[in-house]
């Protein structure tokens, strides 16, 4: 890959890399596959542009070691969250109002750290993990720390975008939203609503579409790593042009990339899709984007 003078004034924020995904320390379905490798994929991110990375976190646990994780360089951030998914651990708590305190908790004393609420919302595509009750009820009381620790909130919605949206802007007065949208519908009704957009999935001709129609300035990017990767077969490929070399789990190499697993050196990638089918120049674009992002997590180093 062939770096130029220009693109190494480049400034990326990822603000969705699951890092503590058990991939990244070598673990696929349970199996050791290679050696933890989590510096290795941070080396490759800083070496391609990424200034900062946001580490989502989806239950209690998990935002706790993205807390942790988050510790070991200036440049990492977390946030703290419970996934649509993993609602019933309210409930299995045996106290919901104390596991959304101890959510609350973490914020609270980790400021310079935690820099948004989530990964929280609906998913209504895999409803064999948590009902949509369950899901709507504690989304709603995740919503109340946003308003309370005046943090942006970090969403996921699937197949969901009635409830969602109407959960939305029944608690609009009070929220700072950020929208990691998915799908067309949501995309539109949360930019009618005054909420900023982000866009992880570039699967098919549609969501490109639907990237097409959010304002520049209110656009930010993630690769969701380990998942979202483009793959050959999306619609976004034939726009990329910025490859890196990977290799099977079981061929391990250092500095190269796992075959399949996604990470935040790709980047690059998303920016290319979006300048080409945007019909925008990848500098300014990459340049607002950078804003966007700063102004809406990090609005104190502005």
Not at 5 to 26: C, E, H, V, W, Y
């Amino acid at each position: 890959m062939i770096r130029t003078k220009m693109s190494s004034l480049r400034k990326f924020i990822d603000i969705g890399a699951n890092l503590t995904d058990p991939m990244f320390q070598g673990i696929y379905h349970g199996s050791q596959k290679h050696q933890p490798d989590l510096d290795k994929v941070l080396e490759r991110s800083w070496n391609n542009d990424l200034s900062k990375i946001i580490i989502t976190a989806g239950n209690i646990e998990e935002s706790k070691k993205a807390l942790e994780l988050s510790r070991t360089d200036e440049r990492l951030f977390s946030t703290v969250g419970c996934h649509p998914t993993r609602c019933n651990e309210f409930q299995e708590s045996g106290d919901p109002e104390a596991y959304l305190e101890l959510l609350s908790d973490l914020a609270v004393n980790n400021k310079d750290k935690i820099v948004a609420i989530g990964e929280m919302g609906l998913d209504y595509d895999r409803l064999q993990f948590c009902s949509k009750d369950v899901q709507k009820k504690y989304f709603e009381m995740q919503l109340s720390l946003c308003s309370t620790l005046k943090l942006p909130m970090f969403l996921h919605c699937r197949n969901a975008s009635e409830d969602f949206i109407k959960i939305l802007r029944k608690h609009k007065d009070t929220l700072t939203a950020i929208c990691r949208a998915r799908y067309r519908n949501i995309i539109l009704d949360a930019n009618r609503a005054d909420f900023c957009s982000t866009y992880s999935s570039l699967k098919t001709e549609e969501n490109l579409f639907a990237v097409t129609t959010i304002p520049s300035d209110r656009l930010m990017i993630e690769t969701d790593c380990p998942w979202c990767e483009i793959r050959p077969t999306h619609a976004s490929a034939k726009d990329i042009i910025t490859n890196f070399p990977s290799v099977k789990k079981e061929k391990w190499q250092p500095d190269r990339m796992v075959k399949g697993r996604n990470e935040p050196c790709t980047i690059v990638q998303i920016l290319e899709v979006l300048a080409r089918i945007r019909d925008e120049e990848e500098e300014y674009l990459c340049n607002q984007i950078y804003k966007n992002t700063m102004k809406v997590f990090f609005p104190h180093e502005l």
